[in-house]
């Protein structure tokens, strides 16, 4: 079963003539504001009020700084602003307490008693390994034949086409 991966999901659809759903809140919001300020204000004043929010929303809308939209890039700015820019480096003080119990240290002791005691192992291996001796009552000796002992053994079979022929066994143990 195949299923289609979208391949550009930072393109946002036009849903308002050519303006996407964001770009649309940002000239619309400033347009309402500024329609509002119309009842309010004097006429000259509500002229630079009303320029300078659609002017802002205009910008926020369409301009990009380094692929990034505007309103990002001032988000970003406010949190910079906004945000203390003191940092201090300290090495973290670590004071480690042991507390002994009495339960604690017997059942230490248990479990001492319990577990068995592995500091040999690594000794062992040594041995095991690099030794041609064996070790005393952990290892057998392989029982070793002579040449003459060893004898080659030859079986008979039958191939498909129904021949017999003989052929020579290895045994590899």
């Known amino acids: 079963m195949q299923f289609s991966v ?7 659809s036009k849903i308002v003539g050519p303006l996407t759903i964001r770009q649309f809140a940002f ?14 204000l004097i006429l000259p004043v509500w002229i630079l009020v009303a320029a300078l ?10 301009v990009k700084i380094a692929g ?3 309103y990002k890039v001032a988000l970003y700015a406010l949190k910079y602003f906004w ?10 003080i670590v004071r ?23 500091s040999k192992v690594g000794k062992l291996w040594q041995d095991i390994t690099t030794s041609k ?7 057998k000796r392989a029982p070793q034949k002579s040449i003459g002992d060893i004898q080659e053994q030859y079986q008979v079979f039958r191939r498909i ?11 590899y143990r």
């Open 6 to 12: 979208p391949q550009f999901i930072e393109f946002e």
């Open 133 to 139: 001796e064996p070790i005393p009552k952990r290892e």
């Open 83 to 92: 945000q203390p820019r003191l940092f201090l480096w300290r090495t973290p």
């Open 53 to 62: 929010l659609l002017s802002v929303g205009a910008a926020f809308a369409f």
């Open 27 to 40: 000239i619309a919001v400033p347009f309402l504001v500024s329609f509002a300020l119309f009842f309010v």
């Open 96 to 118: 480690q307490q042991t507390v002994a119990l009495p339960s604690i240290q017997r059942r230490r002791q248990q479990l001492k008693d319990i577990v068995p005691d592995f």
């Open 161 to 171: 086409t129904g021949e017999k022929e003989v052929a020579r066994r290895v045994d």
């Open 68 to 70: 990034r939209p505007l």
